[in-house]
């Protein structure tokens, strides 16, 4: 009878998954718009959600060569501030979108649990970061966590050209890391990106489910959070360290 398969690898997605993007994203957004008249008397959280949506589409047009980083941030706060501030002029966007860019980095933040589930698994797993931004933001946002020397491989969209949920860019981490799909584990918290990717390029995938969205897939892993330690190590590892 052959041995079990051991699990040598952990990928993990970066932003969302151990950069807390969405706290860092409100944060920076508040304090941008907080000294702007239409911000006093408007609800922040359809606000909040609008500047998602609009993050989400200029993301994917930004991975596909549509635009420039700069161009699709500079087109999508000018589609976000348009409903509440129309009569905006050009320097006043721009204003806004340097605002936002000072203030990002200041608020930023890990999600809980994030860095002691690393300094848990790193002696024992190789860990590889596959993500869809660029290499040297996101090497900065390792820095800043505290988690460079936690992580052996970095994997970006950029360097590999081509976007997660392809299945190339698994396969590139893979190569790297000098593994098989069958000892890695893909822990992330996009569904189509990082779940689907994963099962594609077959990686048993972990999903870390912290809006507490509908499981589609009730056989994937699913995390709500990493705390306590013990629970996140158990179902990322599916062995007790």
Avoid: C
Wanted: aromatic share 10%; glycine share 4%.
């Amino acid at each position: 009878m052959p041995l079990p398969i051991r699990l040598t690898t952990i990928l993990f997605d970066l932003d969302d998954t151990l950069f807390d993007h969405i706290a860092t994203a409100r944060a920076s957004l508040r304090a941008s718009a907080a000294p702007l008249p239409f911000f006093q008397t408007i609800d922040f959280e359809p606000f909040y959600q609008l500047y998602s949506e609009l993050l989400e589409e200029y993301h994917a047009l930004l991975m596909a060569g549509r635009y420039s980083y700069d161009e699709a941030r500079r087109l999508r706060f000018e589609r976000l501030l348009a409903p509440y501030w129309p009569s905006a002029t050009a320097k006043e966007i721009d204003d806004f979108v340097r605002a936002n860019q000072r203030h990002y980095p200041l608020m930023r933040q890990p999600v809980a649990g994030a860095l002691p589930l690393l300094q848990a698994l790193h002696p024992h797993y190789r860990i590889g970061i596959v993500t869809n931004n660029r290499t040297a933001e996101q090497e900065e946002k390792l820095a800043f966590l505290g988690m460079t020397d936690l992580v052996d491989a970095l994997i970006t969209s950029e360097d590999v050209g081509v976007p997660k949920p392809d299945p190339r860019i698994f396969e590139a981490a893979m190569q790297r890391l000098g593994v098989r799909p069958e000892e890695t584990v893909l822990v992330g918290d996009n569904w189509r990106a990082d779940v689907l990717g994963a099962l594609a390029a077959g990686i048993r995938p972990v999903w870390v489910n912290r809006l507490g969205a509908v499981q589609p897939l009730s056989h994937v892993a699913e995390l709500t959070s990493f705390e306590p330690l013990e629970v996140a190590l158990q179902k990322i590892t599916a062995v007790e360290l």
